[in-house]
Structures are given as C-alpha cells and as structure tokens.
C-alpha cells in the first residue's frame, strides 16, 4: 500500500485550518514520519495538513449540488442550503408582484452578494467581508450569469459538505462550537431575511461621525481647533481660562516659500517611496479578488530621510526657520491637504464600483470626508498608504527634532531638557516601530475599510505633524525639569505601554497570516462562519482592544513628561481616548457584522473593551 496519496507537485483542494472550506493548494513534500504533507496555497501561506483535509481536484468536480447523503456533515450542508436559500430570497408572492425595477434591483443586490463574497471562498487570508456576516458558501446562485462564479460556488457548496473540524482545537471545545455554528447559523438567517438588500454599500446605510451634520463640523472644526491650540501653546500662559487667542488672517500665515518647502519634503517622500529597495507584499483581497501589491520601504525611507537631514544639519541648514513658521507649515499643509481631497473626490467619481470603499455612502459630503475610493493608485503609486505613514509620521519626528533644537536656542541650553529628550525618543521609538512593522498597515480599519478622503488626508498630513509634536512644541516655551526617579517611572510605564501594544499587534498579524502558526498554537480561539477565527486567549483574551490600551499607555507616558503645570500637554491623551474609544466602537461594529453570533461569545468571553473590569 503506498504510503502517501498525493505526490508533490500535484494540485488538489486543502482545507483551511478552523473552516470547512477547502482552497487550491500545491503538494510541496511530504513528511513520511508525521504522515503530513506541506502546501501551499495560492496566497503562499504553507501549511501542514493531514491526508484527511486534503482532497483531489476532481472529487470537487464530479458532485452534483443535489447530493443526498446523509452523513453527518452533508446533512448539515444540505440544511445550510435550504436555509439559506429562503432567506435570501424575497418571498415568492412579492417577487411575482415585484416591479420591473424592483426585480432589476434585486438582482443586482444578489450579483453584488456573488461578487463580494468569491473572494473570501477562494482567498483564505481575507478580509473584505466587512457588508456581509453570512456564511459564502451557502448563498443562493440562480442568477449569477459568470460561468465561473457559478464552478467556484459549486465547488464552494461542496466544500461546506465536508465539514470535520480542524485538528488545531482542543476536543472538547468542538462541542462548543457546534453551539455557536447553530445559533449563528439561526443568525445569519435571519439577518439575511431582514436585510437582503441591505448590503448594496452605497444605498441605505448608517452613517458614522454623526452623518452629514457631524463630518461638516469636524471639517470646519479640525483646522480652526488646530490653530487655536497652538496660539494658546506659544502664550506665556496658556492657563484654559485665558480668553483664547485671535485667530490670524488666513493671508497672515500664508507664505509661498513655506509652502514650497513643504511640497520640497512631499516630493522627496514620493522619491524616497518610488525607490525599488524592499520586500512586495499583497495586502488583503479586495472584493473582487484582486490583492493589491505593496513595497514596504518605509524603513529605508526613515534612513535615507535621516541621511538627509543629518547632512542638511552639518551645512548648516537654519532647522529654526520651521519653528519659526510653525503655523505658516501648519497652513501649507492643510492647503495641501484641502487640495488633495478635492483631487481624490474628483478622480473618485469616476471609479469602478468595486473600487469604493466599504464607507462611502454616496453622499457627497460625507464621501468627501470618509473618502469615495478606497486605495486610489496612480500607477502602482498608493496614494493613501503612502500618505498614512510617510509625510506625516516621519514629519513628526522631524519636527521633534526642530523643537529639541528650538529650546536649545530659546531656553540657551547646551544639551536638551531630560523631558525633551523623553519626549523626542518615546515618539521616535513609536515611529521607527510603525514603519519597522509597515506591513502591519495593510490590517487597520484606515487601509481595509475606510476611503482615502479629508478625514485621512487632514489625519495623515496635518494632525499627526502638528498635533503629535505638540508635546516637544509646549516644551520649548514652557520647560519642565524631570527628576530621575519620576523619568525612570515614566520609561517604565512607557515600557509596559510597548509591550502591550506591540505584543497585541504582532500576536494578530501573525494570526491573521498564518492562522496555524506553531507559535501560536497555544492560544485558544473562537470559529466564526466567514473561516476566520477569534482569538479569545492571549492579548486578546486580556481585552477587546489591548492595542490601544498599550497604545494610550504611551500616550501617558509622553503628557506626563511634561510635568503637571497645565492641561495643554495632556491634550492629546484625552484626544487619543476619545479617538480610540470611537474606533472600538466602529470597529465593534463592523466585527458583528462581520462575525454575527461568533462576535457575540467573544464579547461574552472578553467583556471588557479596552481597560480591564473598567470599560
Ligand atoms: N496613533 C494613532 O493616532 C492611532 C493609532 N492606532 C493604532 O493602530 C493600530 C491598529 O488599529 P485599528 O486598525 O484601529 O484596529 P486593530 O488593529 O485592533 O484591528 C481591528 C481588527 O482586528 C481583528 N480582530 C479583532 N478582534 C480580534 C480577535 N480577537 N482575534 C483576531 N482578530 C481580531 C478584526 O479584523 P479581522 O477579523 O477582519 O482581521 C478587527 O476589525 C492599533 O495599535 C492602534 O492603537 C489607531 C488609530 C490611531
Ligand atoms: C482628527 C482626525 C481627522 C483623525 C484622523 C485619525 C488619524 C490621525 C489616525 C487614524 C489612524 C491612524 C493611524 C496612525 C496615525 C494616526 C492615524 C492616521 C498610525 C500610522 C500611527 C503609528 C501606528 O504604529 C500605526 C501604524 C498602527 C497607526 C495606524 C493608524
């Protein structure tokens, strides 16, 4: 009897740990002493899978979508497919007295279904289901009119046939989650009743930030906010209480030359960006399939840009003059910003569908703040995931560095302030991890799921500048002398805040790419319908979110730097609690959505959000 059933090379169908859905997949070799073959799928994800969890091409091939059998795992299919196939459909008596439109649109709500959905059953690493919590599989096919959607649904079908669980869970937790599959399935169902045409993204959907009213305020708000704070920073006291400071005319701050400057550092970005210096990855399929590539080079870039501003510094560059024209860099900025946004609408408009983001809504003001398209590309140039951590955040460290050697000059010191420095190297630390772990990126909310518009526009090139630099900006004019034993307990605290962030940051990437890792095989996990799994153990069993706890724990350890002589320094604390609890709860959103009753036990498991047995 041969050892082995599949020989390397050949291309048979491989289940995806934790689902029951079976991918495209290559034999690479086979180990004869654990009897487990190693695959690769087509994202290049290896995995190591047992003979049982493999299947040949053909068995997909040969089945008919009526089967009868009646083992356990087929009666299960078989019921799915009824299930799904009444609520995803209309009533029979209101399709027959249904419009011709109406019927139009109905069919269009379906095909968008189709075509949301292919993705997520060929793609294992995905993630762009974020409109929809049913199971792919099991969605009804009558009017997909692509030959080919209609083989990767049969297969699909097919595949949820097959249903025996993954060896990576423990036994007992199977029963568990036979539980959640039930009740989600109930679910999905019926969501699906309610909400068939629901998941059409442009029509009827619920706006964020307070819709209309709430966008057009934050607008408006922002840049005058920004102003007013730093007017009050550069006050001799910038006590709250004090009348706050008028604002200049626009033409007061504006400067050609500043400006000028400003485009000067965009564009050796852009260079910086354009260079063929490190690794291409794929970021998560999109909805039609598509994976986008991406160059992480932001590393580089921090060097080459340190490179350059090292040697300017050594000419003699006067750095001051940014300091100086603080405000006036602050203006450019969001001139430039104000104009790119008007630029990404306009080229937004004409988009393909399926190139819109998940939160567009097709209200013009409210697509121009969240952003209309959804990875606007010039080329292979990617506007917003360029934008997201290049200009802006190797800005900020720049700026640190102005304001480290601004109070040199004003405060006549020969090295800088103990805080100065805790400041400058805390948020440098933040900015070298951000760009060390680039690929990281292509996993948040801002990349998967929101468009690139004013709201990341302002966020990428304005407010994270000139707001993150605050603290380094308050030091130069109101210096703060930090005892050793209090800057040791901050670098601690610092420490921890890191370790949290970091560790929940990787631990989830890792997961999320190979969701077999070894090295995570310890951490105990919930099955959710879509084939991706919740962690429920490790950071993610701490809390919901424990990102952003060891993010805000940072955040801490940056105002405290500061002293406790006025509030301003801790403006971007409580901005950064408010931000952070707002995205959890967009994000909490999105994950029932996502998720549906999956989500639900998480929470029951995990049920604080952010800080433990607080919030
Ligand atoms: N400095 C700043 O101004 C800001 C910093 N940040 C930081 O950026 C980082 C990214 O944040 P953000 O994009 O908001 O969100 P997260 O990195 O927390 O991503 C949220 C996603 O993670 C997945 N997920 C949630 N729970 C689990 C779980 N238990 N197991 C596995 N996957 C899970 C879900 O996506 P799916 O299941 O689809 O993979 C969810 O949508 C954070 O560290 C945050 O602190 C964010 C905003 C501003
Ligand atoms: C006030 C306003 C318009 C807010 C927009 C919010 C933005 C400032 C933030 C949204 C998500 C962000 C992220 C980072 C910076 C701030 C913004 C743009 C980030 C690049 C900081 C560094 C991190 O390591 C990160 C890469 C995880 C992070 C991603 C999200």
Redesign the pocket.
């Known amino acids: 009897m041969p050892s082995r059933k599949f020989a390397d090379g050949e291309v048979v169908r491989g289940r995806w740990p934790g689902s029951s859905l079976y991918y495209e997949v290559e034999i690479l070799s086979h180990d004869s002493a654990s009897q487990l073959y190693t695959v690769k799928y087509k994202d290049g994800t290896e995995l190591e899978l047992k003979e049982n969890d493999i299947k040949p091409l053909t068995s997909f091939r040969q089945r008919k979508g009526g089967s009868t059998s009646s083992s356990p795992s087929r009666r299960r299919g078989s019921r799915s497919r009824s299930r799904s196939r009444s609520p995803g459909r209309p009533p029979k008596s209101a399709r027959r007295s249904a419009s011709a439109s109406h019927q139009a649109d109905i069919k269009e709500a379906r095909r968008e279904v189709e075509v949301k959905l292919t993705p997520l059953i060929l793609k294992p690493f995905g993630?762009s289901i974020s409109r929809y919590n049913g199971e792919p599989e099991h969605i009804e096919r009558n009017d997909v009119p692509h030959k080919n959607t209609q083989e990767k649904f049969n297969l699909s079908q097919e595949s949820s046939y097959i249903a025996t669980q993954y060896s990576l869970r423990p036994k007992r937790e199977e029963v568990k989650l036979k539980e959640i599959d039930s009740k989600e399935e109930k679910f999905v169902a019926k969501e699906l009743a309610v909400r068939t045409f629901e998941v059409t993204p442009i029509r009827a959907k619920d706006l964020e930030f307070g819709g209309v009213p709430g966008v057009f305020l934050i607008m408006f708000g922002l840049p005058v906010f920004l102003f007013l704070l730093l007017l009050m920073c550069k006050q001799k006291d910038p006590s709250l209480l004090n009348f706050p400071p008028p604002l200049p005319a626009l033409y007061e701050l504006w400067e050609t030359r500043v400006f000028g400057v400003y485009l000067l550092w965009f564009l050796i970005q852009v260079v910086f960006y354009l260079l063929p210096i490190g690794k291409v990855v794929e970021g998560t399929p999109l909805i039609d399939g598509r994976r986008l590539k991406y160059r992480l080079n932001g590393f580089y870039a921090f060097i080459l840009t340190s490179a350059v501003i090292g040697t300017s510094l050594f000419q003699g560059v006067e750095f001051h003059y940014v300091y100086s024209h603080f405000l006036q860099f602050a203006l450019a900025a969001t001139v430039f910003c104000v104009v790119l946004s008007v630029y990404l609408y306009m080229r937004s408009l004409k988009a393909p569908r399926n190139d819109l983001s998940p939160a567009s809504s097709g209200n013009a003001v409210y697509d121009f703040f969240i952003g209309r398209e959804l990875n606007p590309r010039i080329g292979t140039f990617d506007l917003k995931y360029f934008c997201e951590l290049r200009p802006g955040l190797i800005g900020w460290v720049v700026i640190n560095l102005v304001m480290l050697l601004a109070e040199m000059k004003i405060q006549d010191r020969a090295v800088p302030s103990l805080a100065m420095i805790l400041v400058n190297s805390f948020q440098l630390l933040y900015v070298v991890d951000a760009l060390w772990n680039e690929e990281a990126l292509l996993?948040?909310?801002?990349i998967i799921h929101d468009g690139f518009g004013f709201m990341l526009a302002f966020g990428d090139l304005v407010w994270v500048p000139f707001i993150y630099s605050f603290q380094a900006f308050y030091l130069v004019s109101h210096p703060n002398e930090v005892s050793w034993p209090m800057a040791s307990l901050i670098i601690v605290l610092k420490f921890c805040g890191y370790v949290i962030?970091r560790g929940a940051?990787s631990q989830?990437n890792a997961?999320?790419k190979n969701p077999s890792d070894p090295k995570l095989a310890h951490l105990k996990t919930i099955h959710t319908s879509t084939g991706?799994n919740?962690?429920?153990s490790g950071w993610?069993g701490f809390v919901?979110?424990p990102?952003?706890l060891g993010?805000l724990i940072m955040a801490l350890a940056w105002s405290l730097a500061c002293g406790f002589n006025h509030i301003l320094p801790y403006f971007y604390i409580i901005y950064?609690t408010m931000?952070?609890v707002h995205?959890e709860a967009r994000?909490e959103y999105?994950?029932k959505k996502?998720y549906g009753v999956a989500w639900e036990k998480?929470c029951q498991r995990v049920p604080y959000r952010i800080f433990p047995y607080i919030y």
């Open positions: 993630n996993t948040t909310m801002d962030f940051n989830k997961f999320r991706k919740l962690l429920v993610w919901r979110h990102n952003y993010d950064f931000l952070l995205r994000d999105h994950c996502k998480y």
